[in-house]
C-alpha cells in the first residue's frame, strides 16, 4: 500500500470498464477510496465495484450519469463530499470518439465529442473545487 495514496478520495469517470476500471483497481490497492462514474453498462459498474472491494476498498461507489452533464458533475462533487468529505483526486478518463473522416463527420457528432472530452472535463474539474478549498482552509 502507498502511504500517499492511503485514504485519498478518488473518483474517475469511465471507471466501470478498460482504462477507467484500471485506474480505478489499482488506486483501490494502493489505498484510495474510489468512486466511479459510468454512462450505461450497469453489469459492468456492479462487477467494477465487486473488484474494488475486494482491492479493499471501504466505500467503493458507482454513479450513473453523463460526464457531459453540467448537473452530474454538481452530483458527484456533492456525493463525495457526503460519503467522504471531499475529492482529493479526479481521473478525468470518460470520453467518447468518433471514427469518421472530419470532411463527413456531422456537426452532431464532433458536438457529442466535444461535450463528452472537453466540456464534461471541465465540469469536472470545477465542482469538486468549493469542496477541495473548504477541507483545505
Do not use: W
Request: charged letters at 25%; hydrophobic letters at 45%.
Amino acid at each position: 500500500m502507498d502511504l500517499f495514496l492511503s485514504k485519498k478520495r478518488a473518483v474517475v469517470t469511465g471507471g466501470s470498464r478498460g482504462i477507467g476500471r484500471a485506474i480505478a483497481l489499482a488506486l483501490a490497492r494502493e489505498g484510495a477510496e474510489v468512486c466511479i462514474t459510468y454512462r450505461s453498462n450497469d453489469s459492468a459498474a456492479k462487477e467494477t465495484l465487486t473488484l474494488l472491494e475486494k482491492e479493499g476498498a471501504q466505500f467503493p461507489s458507482a454513479l450513473k450519469g453523463d460526464s457531459a452533464d453540467e448537473f452530474f458533475a454538481k452530483e458527484i462533487a456533492q456525493h463525495m463530499n457526503d460519503i467522504l468529505g471531499g475529492v482529493d483526486i479526479l481521473v478525468n478518463n470518460a470520453g467518447v470518439t468518433d471514427d469518421a473522416i472530419i470532411m463527413r463527420m456531422k456537426t452532431e457528432s464532433f458536438e457529442k465529442v466535444i461535450a463528452s472530452n472537453l466540456s464534461g472535463a471541465f465540469y469536472m474539474l470545477r465542482e469538486p473545487t468549493p469542496f477541495l478549498h473548504k477541507l483545505r482552509s
